[in-house]
């Protein structure tokens, strides 16, 4: 079946700690999405790549960076995490608006469960 | 600014109550409205959408209905069952060549047999 595949679903680091999080979809969507979701809350769109272009949210903060390296993948960095970085990771896909409709699902994998110690 | 407003939680429901979580909108132009479930664990997952206006969206019972002139997108279903059990988020997309979703806080659904 067709997903988006987070891993690893529960991830453990320490304070300063770099942490990489991976995504992949077998979608083969054009666009690749982070969302940071902390506890009862909404999720937060950090950053998203439309094909290799990345687009970055104003309030992201520099600690978090983005790789695409190819169609399929998408990682997420956390060059220092803070405390206050623990969280849920959602990553997302979307087909584009590129000559389509204006309307396009976005198909969420299952998350990472970032703890920081 | 676009934003979401959603009734806050959690609701608690007995099994086959009948089910209504309030969503307005904010938003300057005629957005795509969206109600994402996330089940316990789990990522979040398209329930069912309305791309205009009096447009109503409905998925495993649950409806809602398009309303530009309250601004709203009220979720409901006549008959809640224990599997139903996660949280909701109202949601609408930012169009810009992509589609950008804000989401509203969630609210969480419990139901007791």
């Known amino acids: 079946d067709a997903m988006v595949i987070q891993n690893p679903r529960y991830q453990v680091t320490q304070f300063g700690k770099p942490v990489t999080l991976s995504c992949s979809q077998t979608l083969n969507h054009n666009v690749m999405y982070w969302y940071q979701q902390k506890s009862s809350q909404a999720p937060k769109l950090l950053f998203h790549?439309?094909?290799?272009?990345?687009?970055n949210e104003a309030d992201t903060p520099d600690n978090f960076q983005s790789r695409r390296p190819n169609t399929s993948f998408c990682f997420l960095d956390i060059r220092s995490p803070g405390l206050g970085d623990a969280a849920m990771y959602l990553c997302a896909t979307s087909r584009g608006l590129a000559g389509g409709p204006r309307y396009n699902e976005q198909f969420f994998g299952p998350g990472t469960r970032l703890t920081v110690l | 600014g676009n934003s979401v407003t959603q009734m806050e939680g959690p609701v608690t429901l007995s099994e086959e109550a009948f089910l209504t979580i309030n969503c307005t909108y904010t938003a300057t132009g005629y957005p795509s409205l969206f109600w994402y479930v996330q089940y316990p664990g789990e990522g979040l997952q398209l329930l069912l959408k309305a791309t205009k206006a009096d447009d109503k969206g409905s998925n495993k019972g649950f409806e809602a209905t398009y309303r530009k002139e309250t601004t709203s997108f009220h979720l409901e279903k006549g008959s809640v069952q224990v599997s139903d059990s996660a949280v909701y988020f109202c949601a609408q997309d930012l169009f810009g060549g992509y589609q950008k979703v804000t989401f509203g806080t969630g609210t969480k659904l419990q139901v007791i047999p």
């Open positions: 790549y439309y094909d290799k272009d990345f687009n």
